[in-house]
């Protein structure tokens, strides 16, 4: 009886190490966990599901094998839940149900193991961005997808590349304490759905944060990010003492559960 959790896996064609470790902990790891939840990031940069189609796109042949790994998961009986993050936000209908995986909504509350739980990919909480928030709100509107969706693919990939540029530029010259969560509203999305435990990515800050919501003990534990050596995930297991722990490990040693 256990549940896994992961984010900011950041695949793409350029990271091998991170892509073949993933790929490991989905064959070893995972396997009998009773779900398992990707919050975001699953991907650098996801322009379309139509990208299944292009076989000459590098990350076409990352993804089939993601699709692969996720549905043998399902199909064993463990249920694999994806939330989109700031990079893969187009990952559509068709992907999800390749994968035998479900979307959750941007912000879910949930029970794991008996503990309820708010998720979410994390750059929602980051308010004190105001560039990326005006970014956020135009790139989850259907309309501007749609337009987005329409272009032709090549042109997708050319603008996605320039999307990360630009962002990496921005984000070089804005102060660190910007581009972390903005406290208050952790503790207004915690109140707003009455849990004292979140668990988030997006930030690269993995760590486990003692607050106070409601005059009441609570934790937000911080996915990290993956890298060529490393991966990060959450377990939580059910047992008399059920909390969730963070856990980094060695993608050529990885957790045996
Ligand atoms: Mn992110």
């Known amino acids: 009886m256990r549940t896994l959790l992961v984010a900011d896996l950041h695949l793409s064609s350029d990271t091998p190490e991170i892509n073949q470790g993933f790929y490991r902990y989905l064959e070893h790891t995972v396997p009998g966990a009773d779900a398992l939840y990707i919050l975001g990031d699953l991907f650098d940069a996801w322009i379309g599901d139509d990208l299944l189609d292009a076989n000459t796109h590098p990350l076409c042949g990352v993804a089939q094998e993601v699709i692969k790994h ?11 839940y994806l939330m989109h993050g ?8 068709r ?9 959750l909504p941007d912000i879910e509350e949930v029970e794991i193991q008996g503990v309820p739980i708010v998720l979410l990919h ?3 909480l980051c308010t004190r961005d105001e560039a990326y928030m005006a970014f956020r709100q ?3 509107n259907p309309e501007w997808q749609a337009q987005m969706l329409a272009l032709p693919l090549e042109q997708r990939v050319a603008l996605a590349q320039s999307l990360r540029t630009q962002s990496g530029e921005a984000n070089a010259n804005k102060a ?7 406290h208050q509203e952790v503790i207004h999305v915690m109140e707003r759905h009455g849990v004292s435990t979140m668990i988030h990515g997006h930030t690269h800050r993995p760590h486990v944060h003692d607050l106070t ?7 937000r534990y911080v996915l990290g990010d993956w890298d060529a050596q490393h991966g990060w995930d ?3 297991e059910r047992s008399d003492h059920t909390a969730p722990r963070l856990r980094q490990f060695s993608l050529t040693q990885l957790p045996d559960a």
């Open 122 to 124: 994390g750059d929602s």
């Open 70 to 80: 996720l549905r043998k998961l399902s199909s064993d009986g463990t249920a694999v």
């Open 86 to 93: 700031n990079r893969d936000f187009l990952l559509g209908e």
């Open 234 to 236: 959450i377990v939580i």
């Open 213 to 219: 919501v409601e005059d009441v003990p609570a934790k």
């Open 138 to 140: 135009q790139s989850r």
């Open 176 to 182: 660190e304490a910007i581009m972390d969560v903005t």
């Open 95 to 103: 992907f999800i149900n390749a994968c035998q995986a479900f979307l």
